[in-house]
């Protein structure tokens, strides 16, 4: 079976992206278990950038096929921050508690329509002859005025969808895969790797 590691350290990812490629037909390890502990530095100015830099340096500690993920939230009202600094928005180690309340407070009388808000994933192939693949997936919503939900991960129970009535934290991990950036990112990325698999 074809091996693809998936070069997150994020948990919340790495679940939701095993789920959405279950149907691939290929093994799926993290960096961890493929052995890779190395930090990159995401010095890129866009997602695409971001999502491509993670997977080229983590090709080149390994002969199988690379996916990264650079993903995060972009706010209108805030001239879309955080944005590519969704995961250093207060700090790394700062909590998603203290983070997603953060937003809401900068938000304080921002009335629903001016509230929108959208994820974004990029997705980056590192293939072993060097071709790095793209496709992107955004999801649309409303940043809410407390934080509601426990699934999910990040700045999912702030991010509500209208045409749900939920936040995406609200969700389970197959609903919100369903309607999700990165469920729309990795659909997109399956079609070009199936001229690569098997
Ligand atoms: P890796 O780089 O190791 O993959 P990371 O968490 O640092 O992990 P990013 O640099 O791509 O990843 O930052 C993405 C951040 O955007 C993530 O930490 C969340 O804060 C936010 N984010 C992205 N997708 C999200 C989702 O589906 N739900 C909630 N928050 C999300």
Redesign the pocket.
């Known amino acids: 079976m074809t091996k693809i590691v998936f070069?997150?350290?994020?948990q919340?990812?790495l679940r939701?992206v095993k789920k959405i490629l279950a149907d691939l037909n290929v093994d799926i390890v993290s960096m961890k278990e493929e052995g890779i502990q190395i930090d990159?530095d995401?010095n890129g100015t866009t997602?695409a950038e971001?999502?491509q830099i993670?997977a080229t340096a983590i090709g080149a500690h390994t002969d199988a096929i690379v996916l990264?993920?650079?993903?995060?939230?972009v706010i209108d009202a805030l001239n879309g921050e955080?944005g590519?600094y969704?995961?250093?928005?207060l700090g790394?180690d700062t909590s998603?508690r203290i983070?997603n309340q953060n937003l809401i407070d900068r938000l304080e009388g921002v009335p629903d329509e001016k509230r929108t808000a959208h994820?974004v994933?990029a997705i980056a192939a590192a293939l072993p002859d060097g071709t790095v693949l793209h496709t992107e997936g955004t999801i649309e919503g409303i940043i809410g005025y407390e934080e509601r939900g426990e699934n999910?991960?990040?700045?999912?129970p702030i991010?509500y969808v209208p045409k749900l009535g939920k936040t995406?934290a609200e969700l389970t991990d197959d609903e919100?895969n369903a309607i999700?950036?990165?469920g729309s990112a990795l659909e997109k990325m399956k079609v070009l790797l199936r001229e690569y698999i098997n």
């Open positions: 070069a997150t350290g994020n919340g990812k939701e990159v995401e997602f971001n999502a993670k990264a993920d650079d993903s995060g939230l955080p590519i969704s995961a250093r928005y790394e998603y983070k994820f994933c999910g991960f990040g700045y999912d991010f995406t919100k999700s950036h990165r």
